[in-house]
């Protein structure tokens, strides 16, 4: 059984993102991480734990949902009748 590591899955994720070029998908400027350690109660023990944040900055997409830049301008449904 292979154990997943948390940071290959995050850099894996990472490489796809940066390689990720359509113009349909916001694009991937970048990411932050920090990492800071913290004692924490353990099976009734303390011990020193990592507490890992990661953040993933996107293009910001103005005025509109990505959902309606995705279908392009907005054309209400019309009744035709015949």
Avoid at 18 to 33: A, D, E, M, P, T
Avoid at 42 to 64: I, M, Q, S, T
């Amino acid at each position: 059984m292979k154990k997943i590591n948390s940071l290959d899955f995050f850099e894996d994720e990472l490489l796809c993102l940066i390689r990720v070029k359509h113009k349909n998908i916001v694009r991937f400027l970048g990411y932050c991480s920090d990492t800071s350690k913290k004692a924490v109660k353990h099976r009734g023990d303390y011990v020193v734990a990592e507490d890992r944040k990661r953040y993933l900055c996107f293009e910001y997409v103005p005025n509109k949902s990505l959902k309606e830049y995705l279908e392009g301008i907005f054309i209400p449904l019309t009744c035709i009748l015949f």
